[in-house]
């Protein structure tokens, strides 16, 4: 499962990306986020996600597909 949020011309942002226990460790992800990647890659010139630093199984597929660390980012909540 993955959702595209906001999205321009110039970029489109993943979100939501998610798959079930049961079917990680198949290259369901891979295959799948790749390709809808490639799709959304004809419409906008980029495509952004955010990923937790801890979610290594995370991070390690958006790496096998393409993407690359340029920033960081924080999110600060307010009581």
Excluded: K
């Amino acid at each position: 499962m993955c959702n595209v949020g906001s999205a321009s011309p110039f970029t489109a942002q993943i979100q939501g990306v998610w798959t079930p226990e049961d079917m990680r460790g198949h290259g369901y992800a891979t295959h799948a986020l790749g390709e809808i990647c490639n799709h959304l890659l004809d419409e906008h010139h980029t495509l952004c996600l955010y990923v937790n630093d801890f979610n290594a199984p995370a991070i390690a597929l958006y790496e096998r597909i393409g993407f690359a660390r340029v920033g960081e980012f924080r999110t600060i909540l307010l009581p």
